[in-house]
């Protein structure tokens, strides 16, 4: 959707424009006020702060069903990266830069909207599909897309963490790539989380999202029948070593996937060995 503008904006004095930038807008949420998780807010109500507002605006603005675009016309600056605005092409997501992956991969679609935008910012300016490091935005010699972290990373101009750390970059980049590329086979970011995994004990094959509930299903007994605890420890942790084993085994879960699955496992492991069993016998 276009031309429904902000009226917020400034000459880019002759700028080139070096970044496609993606932000989160840490918007309140809207149908699950409780839930930021679930909802953070949409790309309408967003507009509507942003005309209500004298000191801020974005070039487009997406939820995980629309994207509004034009809102600032692109020969002229938004004001959404500080001293970077003239440099700069600007999304701002209804998503919030404290999301853990697992929140940011349940709004698949969101991620798509934003990838195809990036895709057609960078198609329009005849920029590279590079991610852009913080010692090149520092530099400021290299085009390519990044996010608000990296901006302030470089040049210290504001304090905005957006989209933060937990971003998932890697099924982010596929999707911009596949958008430049013309393709649409790629796989949902539900579809590399349900990947399945065999154990390398029983050759049964399991989802990584699977085997992490089942294990968090072990632990809990330790909580429901102090009678079990013992057994409970014992079988928790034995299958946390079986869940570490096959995750480590199969080439194909690798990347940023293996280390949030990897991290998960070690939590708890961690609470697993914290528990002691109650001594045997009377007093």
Not at 31 to 49: I, N, Q, T, V, Y
Not at 103 to 132: C, E, F, T, Y
Request: proline share 4%; aromatic share 8%; hydrophobic share 40%.
């Amino acid at each position: 959707m276009a031309n429904e503008l902000i009226a917020q904006s400034s000459s880019r004095n002759g700028a080139t424009v070096l970044w496609i930038t993606i932000h989160t807008a840490e918007g309140p949420t809207d149908e699950f006020p409780s839930r930021p998780d679930l909802d953070a807010g949409s790309a309408r109500d967003l507009l509507k702060f942003g005309q209500s507002k004298t000191d801020r605006s974005w070039h487009a603005c997406c939820d995980d069903d629309i994207i509004l675009d034009n809102l600032v016309p692109y020969e002229r600056a938004a004001w959404t990266l500080r001293n970077g605005n003239v440099r700069s092409d600007n999304l701002e997501m209804c998503g919030l830069a404290s999301w853990t992956r697992i929140q940011w991969l349940a709004h698949d679609k969101m991620l798509r909207i934003a990838a195809k935008w990036v895709a057609g910012r960078l198609r329009a300016r005849g920029i590279a599909p590079h991610r852009v490091t913080v010692a090149e935005c520092r530099a400021k010699n290299t085009r390519g897309y990044m996010d608000h972290w990296t901006y302030t990373q470089a040049t210290g101009d504001g304090t905005h963490t957006d989209v933060g750390k937990f971003f998932p970059w890697d099924v982010f980049n596929n999707y911009v790539i596949s958008e430049l590329n013309g393709e649409d086979d790629m796989p949902t970011a539900k579809e590399v989380w349900d990947y399945g995994i065999k154990n390398p004990d029983s050759g049964a094959v399991m989802s990584a999202a699977t085997r992490l509930l089942d294990v968090e299903r072990r632990v809990g007994l330790l909580f429901d029948d102090e009678s079990h605890v013992t057994t409970a420890v014992k079988s928790a942790a034995a299958g946390i070593s079986t869940a570490i084993a096959a995750v480590k085994a199969d080439t194909n879960v690798s990347g940023q996937h293996e280390t949030d699955i990897l991290e998960a496992l070690a939590d708890l492991s961690e609470k697993v060995s914290a528990i002691t069993p109650p001594a045997t016998g009377t007093e």
